[in-house]
């Protein structure tokens, strides 16, 4: 089944333990973690500590997405706070193979994200030793932004890629999914599906969790 990951970049940021802890009760697959420096993009969120804040709140594994600079630098910070995925951006890294690495070795998933704007063929040479790939949907730096339909076929590339060369990574989605444009992720091979406002905002988040997981069907 399809897995539906809530930001928590739209959640209360003066209750984080309480909104982690909801997440189990509505089902959720994964917690998502949305680190901003301030540099690679303008806001600036959450980093470790706030990860190993909310650590004890959720049996879930909490699935980071750091849109940094630098991302080699917070490896062992964010493995130390427990999270279990670590994703960072390709446009931030030059040596994002090497980073990939390191993140495996320091016992996380290790995952690389693109921006709307950037060709998926770029991290072709990556895929062999990613356990997720993520497709950016909207630019990143803000929560509640418009879906970019024109992402889809990156996500069937990778879906193919999969196929033709026996590789094992995830694909995730991020920005704009709701429960209409979580049936074109589905639809185009995407397996996790990041959410923020749409479950936060929703009247009944855990209603808007199970639609988004029938949203394969
Ligand atoms: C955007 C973040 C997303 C964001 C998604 O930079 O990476 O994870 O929280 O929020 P929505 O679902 O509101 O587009
Ligand atoms: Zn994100």
New binding site residues.
Partial sequence: MIKIAP?L??ADFANMGGATRKLGEWNADLV?F?V?DGTF?S?ITFGPAMCAAIRPYTELPIDV?I?VEHPETYIDQFAKAGADYLTFHAEADAHAHRTLQAIRRAGMKAGVAINPGTPVEMVQYLLSICDLVLV??????????S?IAEVLPKIEWLKKQREAHGYTYEIEI?????ADTAKLAAKAGADIL??????FKASDPKDMIARMHRAEN
């Fill in positions: 930001s970049l739209s998502h949305d901003m993009v806001t997405h849109m950016m949907s909207v630019n990143p730096g803000a929560g509640g932004q879906f991020d920005g704009g999914i709701n990041v959410s923020g406002s749409s479950v």
